[in-house]
């Protein structure tokens, strides 16, 4: 068991309401909002998708947490990568699930973060940031404000009470943990200065607890960086799927250009494809490898979006079981996968009304 690749599934907790999604994009606004409303721009792609069963879930209701931990243990998921929305000292959002999660010992599967370390804001604003909900703006720009949640590392005061919050999931026994290092990812580069003096002052603050250091990995954009431990190859990485396809490159530029026809369109067996190249060709002991089960962000973007398509069980299971055998032969202990329940951005485990459980099926029956 000790050479054992763990499956690492990418966790979305927007789906409760919080004070500030009301603000923003309207009352009772959660991720399945934009999920319902999703529209089907051309054939072969389905839209909108549904929970199996209807199964539209409360993610501040403890017992929707616990079973989704039961259905990734029945099946062979190691643990979620929860994403963490802290955007100063005074702004932590869509933390609920998580917090939930570390009250109840009961949900007994590994865990880790990975933190939005950026900006919200409206999708025609032009500075930097995570344009959460494009499709929602169009509703909702009247309001005028274009930066939705300000962010900022601060200083050392702020880098301390961050870590502080985060210091009672650190010492759970469930938290992931490398070399007596806690696993914290982090999504973007954004004042990257700024962000190896605060990495720089963790990694030292958390021997005060008995840690050996936090264990960064960076999780988009760079390939090698020397403030980190691990580099993950982050999928969906459209910037290199475009380059993929010569046919599809010019269909995509003739749609958006001549044809005014969107969302962008690539193929699910070549997008596999990049991926188990480039995890082949990066074989270093700092490179962590990512993996996919489908993409289609239409539901958040419309006709704005990118979406793959092609999904098809069989690459799945085939592309999935090649790269945990790369895996296994380069030494990585860890393959992080897009994603437990990104339902906004058609990456999701979780079972649906078109796939049933035949996705959680491949997982489990993987020779790992």
């Given amino acids: 068991m000790s050479n054992r690749v763990k499956i690492i599934a990418m966790y979305l907790p927007q789906y409760h309401e919080i004070p500030e999604n009301n603000e923003f994009w309207g009352n009772g606004f959660t991720d399945w909002t934009t999920v319902k409303s999703a529209k089907q721009y051309f054939k072969g792609i389905k839209q909108p998708k549904v929970p199996l069963n209807n199964n539209y879930y409360d993610l501040s209701k403890v017992e929707n947490i616990k079973w989704q931990v039961e259905l990734a243990q029945k099946y062979g998921i190691d643990g979620f990568c929860f994403y963490h929305y802290w955007f100063s000292s005074n702004k932590n959002l869509l933390q609920m699930p998580s917090e939930l999660f570390l009250a109840d010992k009961s949900l007994n599967i590994n865990f880790c973060f990975c933190w939005d370390n950026e900006p919200w804001k409206r999708t025609w604003d032009a500075q930097y940031g995570n344009a959460w909900s494009p499709i929602m703006d169009k509703k909702y720009s009247k309001l005028g404000k274009k930066t939705l949640v300000e962010f900022d590392y601060e200083d050392e005061t702020g880098w301390k009470k961050h870590f502080d919050y985060l210091l009672p999931f650190f010492k759970d026994d469930r938290y992931i943990k490398i070399n007596n290092m806690p696993v914290f990812m982090f999504c973007n580069y954004y004042r990257v200065e700024e962000l190896k003096k605060m990495i720089s002052f963790w990694r030292e603050y958390a021997k005060e607890f008995g840690f050996d250091g936090v264990c960064f990995i960076a999780k988009k954009t760079k390939l090698y960086d020397d403030f980190t431990d691990y580099n993950y190859f982050y999928q969906p990485h459209f910037s290199a799927w475009e380059q993929s396809s010569l046919i599809m490159k010019v269909v995509n530029r003739l749609n958006s250009k001549v044809f005014k026809r969107s969302p962008m369109v690539y193929k699910y067996a070549r997008v596999w494809k990049w991926l188990l190249k480039?995890?082949?060709?990066?074989?270093?002991?700092?490179?962590?490898?990512?993996?996919?089960?489908?993409?289609?962000?239409?539901?958040?973007?419309?006709?704005?979006?990118?979406?793959?398509?092609?999904?098809?069980?069989?690459?799945?299971?085939?592309?999935?079981?090649?790269?945990?055998?790369?895996?296994?032969?380069?030494?990585?202990?860890?393959?992080?996968?897009?994603?437990?329940?990104?339902?906004?951005?058609?990456?999701?485990?979780?079972?649906d009304t078109e796939s049933g459980m035949k996705y959680l099926e491949i997982i489990k029956n993987l020779k790992r």
């Fill in 278 to 351: 480039q995890a082949k060709q990066y074989s270093h002991k700092r490179f962590l490898y990512g993996a996919f089960v489908n993409y289609d962000d239409t539901p958040r973007r419309g006709d704005a979006g990118k979406t793959v398509v092609g999904k098809n069980e069989k690459v799945f299971a085939k592309c999935m079981q090649e790269l945990i055998d790369i895996s296994k032969k380069y030494d990585k202990k860890y393959i992080f996968l897009t994603a437990w329940n990104e339902w906004g951005e058609g990456a999701y485990l979780e079972p």
